[in-house]
């Protein structure tokens, strides 16, 4: 028994450690076995081996340290994209929103809608490939979305999904407006020319001269219809293009007499008086001379057609707001056959016209007004209008003010 135990004495004191240092040797050349296949580079001892798995680890740190540059970058990318885009994980859970696609998260009313065909459309494209669908919210205000999906995937299989929701509401209300804008032309083109076609037609076989000279006549006046028609499209197209028109401190109350002296002739030829109140003080206005003349002539040639013989037109400017800088108004009333309430909010369209009747016997474009809007537009100010049936109507002008300088003469604003 003695001798037994002596030799398990022996064998715990020599056997037992050479077992475990073989052990920690297999351990030790599988580590660094490991590490020569992740860094491709022989590492013969423990020294080298920590000097190669402190390699390893920061190159892994840059590597995460730019993924996350990146993905940050991609969320700025698409939070700057004015479509929204919502992006989801292959089991359909939403990752991320652009700034555009929060408006749908929770919506309620419409936007609810847009939401739900969101969460559709992304589980359809992880199920099936790319789908798209087209929405229409009622409002207000009234909306047409467009929202694609698409699935994503790498090498190693699908990674979630894609929605892109595009509006195209401001796409769909300027093709209708170009349309209209088209057939609007074509129709008021069409009725001088074809008048012009019948008068010429006639002509060829009539031998009375007092006949002839009245057709002709009428011939003058189709033709100066259609050059007015054309004349107002070019303003009004030049207008629309010079949305940062030029910027010159304009005497108020030159734009008001050069615009009355424009008109007064053909006022005067029906016994309409123009009668032109001036502010009380020198005021001036920042802008094209030219846009704002031609814009309170078009509300007095409008406030001329409209009104009855005999009658008077007024039109006056006045400082609104004097703190600071203020506006300016100028307004034009007339005693004429006023404008149906359920006109006034159409007025400033091209070509509406109430009486389009009367407005073809006064020689009227539908333009005019239209016209003005664009110059007040362009000079950051807005164009109003009340009216009664039977009583009149009042355009109102509004334009930011400038300081007058110490001397602004007519020749100065000339």
């Known amino acids: 028994m003695i001798a037994i135990s002596g030799i398990a004495i022996l064998f715990g004191l020599v056997v037992c450690p050479l077992v475990a240092a073989a052990a920690v040797r297999r351990q030790r050349r599988r580590v660094l076995e490991a590490l020569n296949a992740l860094s491709g580079t022989p590492a013969t001892s423990p020294a080298a081996a920590t ?18 540059r990146m993905a940050d970058r991609l969320a700025q990318a698409l939070s700057a994209s004015p479509d929204a885009i919502v992006v989801c994980d292959e089991r359909g859970e939403v990752v991320h929103r652009s700034d555009a696609a929060l408006a749908f998260d929770r919506a309620r009313h419409g936007a609810a809608l847009a939401e739900q065909a969101i969460t559709e459309l992304l589980g359809e494209a992880l199920r099936e490939g790319a789908a798209e669908r087209s929405i229409d919210l009622y409002g207000p205000p009234r909306r047409a979305l467009l929202v694609r999906a698409a699935p994503l995937a790498d090498a190693e299989g699908l990674i979630g999904a894609v929605a892109v929701i595009v509006d195209l509401s401001e796409r769909q209300r300027l093709e209708a407006v170009r349309r209209d804008f088209v057939a609007n032309v074509s129709h008021e083109l069409k009725s001088p020319i074809g008048a012009l076609g019948i008068l010429a037609e006639t002509m060829q076989g009539e031998e009375d001269p007092a006949v002839s ?6 011939m003058q006046l189709e033709a100066f219809r259609v050059a007015r028609i054309i004349d107002d499209l070019l303003d009004l197209s030049r207008i629309e293009s010079e949305e940062d028109p ?4 304009v005497a108020v109350h030159d734009v008001l007499a050069l615009a009355a002296d424009r008109i007064r002739p053909v006022a005067e030829h029906r016994g309409i008086t123009i009668a032109v109140t001036e502010p009380p003080q020198p005021t001036t206005i920042l802008g094209d001379r030219r846009q704002l003349v031609s814009a309170v002539h078009n509300l007095l040639e409008n406030a001329v057609k409209y009104s009855d013989d005999n009658s008077s037109v007024e039109v006056a400017a006045s400082m609104c707001d004097p703190s600071e800088h203020g506006t300016v108004e100028i307004s034009v009333r007339d005693y004429g056959i006023g404008i149906p309430a359920r006109d006034l909010e159409r007025i400033f369209e091209r070509f509406y016209r109430v009486d389009r009747a009367r407005a073809r016997d006064t020689g009227g474009t539908g333009l005019g007004l239209a016209i003005v809007r664009h ?3 362009n000079h950051g100010g807005e164009v109003r209008v009340s009216s009664h049936e039977g009583e009149g109507s009042t355009f109102t002008l509004q334009i930011p003010a400038t ?3 110490a001397e602004l003469t007519s020749a100065d604003a000339g």
Do not use: F, M, N
């Open 51 to 68: 000097a190669v798995l402190e390699r390893i680890l920061r190159t892994d740190r840059e590597r995460l340290a730019a993924a996350a």
């Open 403 to 405: 300081p007058a300088p």
């Open 246 to 249: 030029i910027r010159e401190p």
């Open 375 to 377: 110059i007040a537009t």
């Open 213 to 218: 000279r009245r057709l002709a006549e009428r």
